[in-house]
């Protein structure tokens, strides 16, 4: 029974936060959580499965159409920002290749990914917190289990296939929006010649930097829906428990992204 | 027929020795919270049997049914339903076995985002059949319970007796052999108690539909009751038919107060 995620999870949820207890218990639910989400993406894919469709248009809604106008005004910021620093680096040193070819890989290795971590997490990994602890404290998770339905159906399966898909579509549009926009401040405002912020661009990344920087995104989803699923899980059936479970989210969520991605930077890139 | 006090005191509920039982359960112990809520609990519920757990509200009731469906595991002591040991299942069997039983939970466990009929469609769910099939079992339940024109409702527009008759009809669209129902009588007026008692009765003489109900008043079943648990505090202070209840209530102070708030 050491693996039944409904009744050694649901029923008895980590002590999320305390450590070291908490801490292990919420890694063994998260690793238990993943496991079965797993199996059941394999059902569907063999046919022996059904991904919850309504649940799934939902978390579209929270990670995708929710976000697309602040990750949308975000990139267009940052991208001005952006430039505008740029602007006034070069003031200084006479160097544009060089200060051009450090904005823009920053800009696609780091920053963009960053920023669609940080609103897929504030936006789509808190409400699926929410939704979680609102389940388990509405009984509606009691609901599923006596019915035959593992709970997971309708809250990490569709959320995380859901996060996945959007936070790919969010590191190519946010990196076209934030480029777009540092783009036309520096050509327009600062009078640098297109051609050599293009040039500056094909030089800094290459084709594995491109599949990291995608990635990365995605990797943080799935680290966000695994952090929402166990903050939402420990929430019990106390309904003042459904805001701390918002909070832990978003804090650990931001907190894991950090730390993913230095690791990284330490591991991978090396 | 005593009440269980002790391992060898496992009470069976009905007096013929009877092959199969729907419920075992044996030396079971709940602490919640570092608090003793059951205790050295023992009682065996034959297939088709009536059963009812009575006792003052904290008395464990709720708790016990949890561990009856598998929704908790108890600290100490087996649960053995249907024939099988929840402790030993593996998480596909235990949806098997679920597959096999219906429940009406007390605080109510609806989807609150789906309509009533997606509600009740939920245990058809991963089913062999098409969707008209599905739809013809939900329309009988639905005819059954008197839902008519609740399909397309959410729950939050239901009354509470009406999402208690949703949760029943949800519980018997797959034709359970074994239904839980805590809190029988909850939300349900008395003609809608008696509509349902009819329903349910319908159900036992159909395919011996073993029910487990709790409550607050030892008189909710009615005579269709084959036996009554009492409980208190998390202890069993009775279990045996009705009759037997009946007879030893006028020496059992303790079992009158518990039953009609009366000494």
């Known amino acids: 029974m050491a693996a039944d995620l409904n009744?050694?999870?649901?029923?008895?949820?980590?002590?999320?936060?305390?450590?070291?207890?908490?801490?292990?218990?919420?890694?063994?639910l998260a690793a238990l959580a993943l496991r079965r989400c797993l199996g059941l993406y394999l059902r569907i894919l063999v046919g022996r499965g059904?991904?919850?469709?309504?649940?799934?248009?939902?978390?579209?809604?929270?990670?995708?159409?929710?976000?697309?106008?602040?990750?949308?005004?975000?990139?267009?910021?940052?991208?001005?920002?952006?430039?505008?620093?740029?602007?006034?680096?070069?003031?200084?040193?006479?160097?544009?290749?060089?200060?051009?070819?450090?904005?823009?890989?920053?800009?696609?290795?780091?920053?963009?990914?960053l920023l669609v971590g940080i609103l897929v997490a504030g936006r789509a990994g808190v409400a699926l917190a929410v939704r979680q602890a609102a389940l388990?404290?509405?009984?509606?998770v009691d609901g599923l289990l006596i019915t035959g339905i593992d709970p997971l159906t309708y809250t990490l399966a569709p959320a995380l296939l859901a996060m996945l898909i959007m936070s790919f579509a969010f590191a190519v549009w946010g990196s076209l929006v934030t480029f777009a926009a540092t783009f036309l401040w520096l050509w327009l405002v600062a009078n640098v010649p297109p051609a050599?912020?293009?040039?500056?661009?094909?030089?800094?990344?290459?084709?594995?930097?491109?599949?990291?920087?995608?990635?990365?995104?995605?990797?943080?989803?799935?680290?966000?829906?695994?952090?929402?699923?166990?903050?939402?899980?420990?929430?019990?059936?106390?309904?003042?428990?459904?805001g701390e479970a918002a909070t832990r989210t978003m804090i650990g969520a931001v907190t894991i992204i950090l730390i993913a991605d230095l690791a990284i930077i330490l591991l991978v890139r090396q | 027929m005593s009440a269980a006090a002790g391992p060898d005191a496992t009470a069976d509920v009905l007096a013929e020795p009877v092959p199969e039982w729907a419920l075992e359960l044996t030396g079971v112990y709940q602490h919640v919270g570092g608090n003793c809520a059951l205790a050295e609990i023992n009682l065996r519920v034959p297939r088709g049997a009536w059963l009812l757990i009575v006792g003052p509200n904290g008395a464990g009731k709720s708790l016990l049914t949890r561990l009856i469906l598998g929704l908790d595991t108890p600290s100490a002591g087996t649960v053995r339903v249907l024939g099988e040991d929840l402790?030993?299942?593996?998480?596909?069997?235990?949806?098997?076995?679920?597959?096999?039983?219906?429940?009406?939970?007390?605080?109510?466990?609806?989807?609150?985002?789906?309509?009533?009929?997606?509600?009740?469609?939920?245990?058809?769910?991963?089913?062999?059949?098409?969707?008209?099939?599905?739809?013809?079992?939900?329309?009988?339940?639905?005819?059954?319970?008197?839902?008519?024109?609740?399909?397309?409702?959410?729950?939050?527009?239901?009354?509470?007796?009406?999402r208690r008759q949703v949760e029943l009809a949800r519980a018997l669209i797959?034709?359970?052999?074994?239904?839980?129902?805590?809190?029988?009588?909850?939300?349900?007026?008395?003609?809608?108690?008696?509509?349902?008692?009819?329903?349910?009765?319908a159900q036992r003489e159909a395919r011996r539909l073993t029910l487990i109900a709790t409550d607050n008043r030892a008189d909710a079943l009615g005579e269709a009751c084959d036996c009554i648990a009492v409980l208190e505090r998390g202890h069993m202070a009775f279990s045996g038919s009705p009759s037997e209840l009946a007879a030893v209530l006028p020496e059992r102070l303790d079992l009158r107060y518990i039953l009609t708030g009366r000494p």
């Open chain 2, 174 to 201: 797959s034709g359970p052999s074994l239904l839980v129902w805590d809190g029988l009588t909850d939300g349900l007026d008395p003609a809608a108690a008696i509509e349902t008692l009819q329903v349910l009765r």
């Open chain 1, 136 to 140: 388990s404290v509405r009984g509606e």
């Open chain 1, 7 to 28: 009744r050694d999870a649901y029923d008895r949820p980590p002590r999320a936060g305390t450590w070291p207890l908490g801490w292990i218990e919420g890694l063994g």
């Open chain 1, 50 to 113: 059904r991904l919850d469709l309504p649940a799934f248009a939902w978390s579209l809604r929270q990670s995708g159409l929710a976000i697309l106008p602040a990750m949308t005004l975000v990139g267009i910021v940052v991208g001005a920002i952006l430039g505008h620093q740029t602007e006034s680096v070069l003031e200084r040193f006479n160097l544009p290749g060089l200060v051009l070819l450090s904005i823009n890989y920053a800009l696609v290795m780091e920053l963009v990914p």
């Open chain 2, 87 to 162: 402790q030993g299942l593996s998480v596909r069997a235990m949806t098997a076995l679920r597959g096999r039983m219906g429940a009406v939970l007390q605080g109510g466990s609806l989807l609150e985002h789906r309509s009533v009929i997606e509600n009740l469609l939920l245990p058809l769910r991963d089913l062999p059949g098409g969707r008209a099939q599905q739809a013809r079992a939900a329309r009988l339940v639905i005819a059954t319970l008197r839902l008519d024109g609740l399909e397309n409702h959410l729950p939050r527009a239901l009354s509470l007796g009406q």
């Open chain 1, 196 to 242: 050599l912020f293009l040039d500056s661009l094909s030089g800094a990344l290459g084709p594995d930097d491109l599949l990291e920087a995608i990635l990365k995104p995605m990797l943080f989803a799935l680290l966000i829906a695994l952090i929402a699923t166990v903050n939402g899980t420990a929430a019990g059936r106390d309904p003042l428990n459904i």
